[in-house]
């Protein structure tokens, strides 16, 4: 393998900044519905949260402890960071401009108002007023800032007020400031009646209520200014898994403290003085280049409850029923649909219903005698696991390998091992420094005699509510080595032992980076003896660096690479002399896609896998990782056809990246409009 040059490299956070910026692209598109524009919004929101309590977090930290090392890209931490602060501003900018100026405007027309306080009449004014006393004031607790009052801790993301005042209190006390945080058991933003409103839909904002209230907390001083503010902090959790004897007890004792790590960015609203804005930056620690002030309400992620609020269909994306495989639509017994062939699920075009049937009919079965699933997201009320608990209950042995570590599902992952627990079954933890990222259910039943193994594989995880908003594969099958190969994987995460030799898949951390390698290293192979050579891999994000050289040297031997990547993605394609062969598309649109898929042409074999992992480093080498193969001609075939060939043709929703990192959109000009999403829709759905 050649050495590392950094300008092979694309930088890991820009590119996530970049999958943002054409996030923020859907919320421009003037032909989608309104109120799923002001979702895109809200998601840009969302996941600029989690790159600032993740990423941005980390950078801070290696700027302090290793100050010169390099990324792969050649970049110092500070570096990295200076270009991303250049880069949210502009985004940030962008989405508070299309928010104010089209998607609220658009939004009155549609009889969808958020009334403000200048625009108030006499009967809204009582209502706030009336709404402040009842429901607000009984549970705001304003505390004046004075050498008895320091300032309070303030948790990660929630709305506070930073007030100024002058004159004294009834203790002669003129500290001149105070802060007043909003509880977070109210909503961020309250429905008006409609006769109050004057419109079908109106709402208000908690910040207005009091914003207009605010000198109520303060009686006998008077409020010179009162600024809404939010602090995002540091969310990774520091646990010394080979120290800790009880992991569930010391992550529970960690997750209280979450909430209070140090500050990496403080947002205010842009009315808030220079004089408060200071005064902030100074009690979390920040300076200047951690503020962002931004032209309307510090918390957007909260409007993203706003259309489940609003009956109004015609201004959201159509509905549809989620398709059914025609052999499961009519069984009765699933376990006898799969012994006469493998299925395949897509969802969301495809229901995950079959994959609830398929745990609840092994939990109820009394043939079933044993039960293995692992864990990583699952939700807080998730129909699987109530499910599992059954199964225990009856007396089955049921074993879930749980990820405590799964990042901010770590509570609802502790309270679902502690009711398996309860249930009696066996919960482990995985394996100490890897997180069991795998998505897998195995199912033991006794058939005429013997034993017969049964497993889900999937490339998503056990959550039936992102199921129904990411698009993911999913295989029931009772292949024998597949079958074989699951259960030696769950020996190693139960049990103690050396990794076992597997037939047909490929693990994380032991062979699936040396296959993914072996694979690419064939279809080079045969482009260098004048055959054709082929790849097309569908991912969240590439970064892994020595899966980009390797897929350097395959383009430069002649082999053909398309690559569908989300996200993240490090590799320059399109370079003369380094990549002419690589073309990286992203698919941004109404399902935020998940899936993984390798396909490798092997001089006509077609070898297709789905997997649990995406290109990178920690998935490699610090997760337990599967892919598995599509040996069914006919499934095969569907994947291809499904999750990858609609991909390639798709000119509406897909974007080409350049060799700097930039994507442009692909237009369809005066050709038929093609989205992979719409026409797996019509494909595989119904009407609703």
């Given at each position: 393998?050649?050495?590392?040059?950094?300008?092979?490299?694309?930088?890991?956070?820009?590119?996530?900044?970049?999958?943002?910026?054409?996030?923020?692209?859907?919320?421009?598109?003037?032909?989608?519905?309104?109120?799923?524009?002001?979702k895109f919004i809200c998601i840009v929101s969302s996941n600029l949260d989690e790159f600032f309590e993740v990423r941005v977090a980390g950078l801070k930290e290696r700027a302090v402890l290793t100050p010169t090392l390099l990324s792969p890209d050649g970049w110092t931490a500070r570096q990295t960071l200076s270009e991303i602060e250049s880069r949210v501003r502009n985004l940030v900018?962008?989405?508070?401009?299309?928010?104010?100026?089209?998607?609220?405007?658009?939004?009155?027309?549609?009889?969808?108002?958020?009334?403000?306080?200048?625009?108030?009449?006499?009967?809204?004014?009582?209502?706030v007023r009336d709404y402040f006393f009842r429901e607000l004031m009984p549970v705001?607790?304003?505390?004046?800032?004075?050498p008895a009052h320091p300032f309070p801790r303030v948790l990660n993301k929630s709305l506070n007020f930073a007030v100024e005042l002058s004159g004294c209190d009834?203790?002669?006390?003129?500290?001149?400031?105070?802060?007043?945080q909003a509880p977070r058991s109210l909503p961020r933003v309250i429905r008006m009646p409609q006769e109050i409103a004057g419109c079908d839909y109106g709402f208000v904002f908690l910040s207005s209520v009091l914003h207009a209230h605010v000198n109520e907390l303060f009686v006998g001083m008077t409020v010179e200014g009162c600024y809404q503010f939010r602090v995002t902090r540091n969310s990774e959790l520091f646990v010394d898994e080979e120290e800790t004897k009880n992991l569930r007890e010391v992550l529970k004792s960690e997750l209280s403290q979450r909430n209070f790590g140090d500050a990496v960015r403080l947002e205010v609203a842009d009315n808030c003085s220079d004089r408060m804005a200071n005064?902030?930056?100074?009690?979390?620690?920040?300076?200047?280049?951690?503020?962002?002030?931004?032209?309307?309400?510090?918390?957007?992620?909260?409007l993203m409850r706003i259309p489940d609020q609003v009956d109004r269909p015609d201004l959201k994306f159509p509905s549809f029923v989620r398709g059914v495989p025609p052999q499961l639509s009519k069984a009765e017994n699933i376990f006898a649909v799969i012994r006469k062939g493998d299925v395949l699920l897509h969802h969301p075009f495809q229901s995950f219903q079959p994959v609830i049937d398929f745990i609840r009919a092994a939990a109820e079965d009394p043939d079933v005698l044993a039960i293995r699933q692992t864990v990583y997201r699952t939700g807080t009320d998730s129909m699987l696991m109530e499910a599992l608990i059954t199964a225990a209950q009856a007396g089955k042995e049921v074993t879930v390998v749980v990820e405590l570590m799964a990042r901010f599902d770590e509570e609802a992952n502790i309270n679902w091992s502690a009711r398996l627990e309860q249930a009696g079954a066996h919960v482990v933890y995985g394996v100490v420094g890897y997180k069991t990222h795998a998505k897998m259910v195995l199912v033991v039943r006794r058939e005429q005699g013997r034993l017969r193994r049964y497993a889900h594989l999937g490339t998503g995880n056990y959550h039936a509510r992102t199921a129904r908003l990411y698009t993911d594969f999913g295989?029931?099958?009772?292949?024998?080595?597949?079958?074989?190969?699951?259960?030696?994987?769950?020996?190693?995460?139960?049990?103690?032992?050396?990794?076992?030799?597997?037939?047909?898949?490929?693990?994380?951390?032991?062979?699936?980076?040396?296959?993914?390698?072996?694979?690419?290293?064939?279809?080079?192979?045969?482009?260098?003896?004048g055959k054709k050579a082929l790849m097309i891999v569908k991912m969240n994000a590439l970064l892994e660096p020595q899966v980009i050289l390797a897929?350097?040297?395959?383009?430069?031997?002649?082999?053909?690479?398309?690559?569908?990547?989300?996200?993240?993605?490090?590799?320059?394609?399109?370079?003369?002399?380094?990549?002419?062969?690589?073309?990286?598309?992203?698919?941004?649109?109404?399902?935020?896609?998940?899936?993984?898929?390798?396909?490798?042409?092997?001089?006509?074999?077609?070898?297709?896998?789905?997997?649990?992992?995406?290109?990178?480093?920690?998935?490699?080498?610090?997760?337990?990782?599967?892919?598995?193969?599509?040996?069914?001609?006919?499934?095969?075939?569907?994947?291809?056809n499904e999750g990858l060939k609609p991909y390639l043709k798709d000119n509406t929703q897909a974007w080409r990246m350049n060799a700097n990192g930039q994507y442009v959109r692909r237009a369809h000009g005066h050709a038929k409009p093609r989205s992979a999403q719409c026409m797996l829709l019509e494909t595989l759905t119904k009407r609703a």
């Open positions: 393998m050649t050495p590392f040059s950094p300008e092979q490299f694309l930088n890991r956070e820009l590119s996530l900044l970049a999958f943002n910026e054409r996030v923020l692209a859907q919320a421009q598109d003037i032909d989608a519905p309104v109120l799923e524009r002001l900018d962008r989405q508070y401009e299309l928010l104010n100026r089209e998607i609220l405007p658009e939004l009155i027309a549609q009889g969808i108002r958020f009334v403000r306080r200048n625009h108030w009449n006499e009967a809204q004014i009582d209502w705001l607790t304003p505390i004046g800032l004075d009834a203790f002669g006390r003129d500290s001149g400031a105070a802060v007043v005064f902030l930056l100074q009690q979390f620690n920040l300076n200047r280049n951690d503020l962002y002030q931004v032209n309307g309400i510090v918390n957007l992620a909260r295989l029931l099958t009772c292949h024998d080595d597949i079958c074989a190969d699951v259960n030696e994987v769950f020996t190693q995460l139960t049990g103690l032992g050396s990794a076992s030799h597997l037939r047909l898949l490929w693990q994380a951390p032991f062979s699936l980076h040396d296959r993914v390698l072996e694979a690419i290293g064939r279809e080079t192979a045969h482009a260098r003896a897929l350097y040297q395959a383009a430069q031997a002649g082999v053909k690479i398309e690559l569908v990547i989300r996200g993240a993605c490090a590799i320059r394609p399109e370079v003369a002399g380094l990549s002419e062969n690589i073309h990286v598309r992203s698919v941004i649109g109404r399902f935020l896609e998940h899936t993984r898929i390798l396909y490798f042409y092997n001089n006509g074999a077609e070898d297709v896998y789905l997997s649990s992992a995406d290109w990178m480093e920690r998935n490699f080498f610090g997760r337990i990782e599967i892919a598995f193969p599509i040996l069914e001609p006919r499934l095969k075939k569907r994947v291809i």
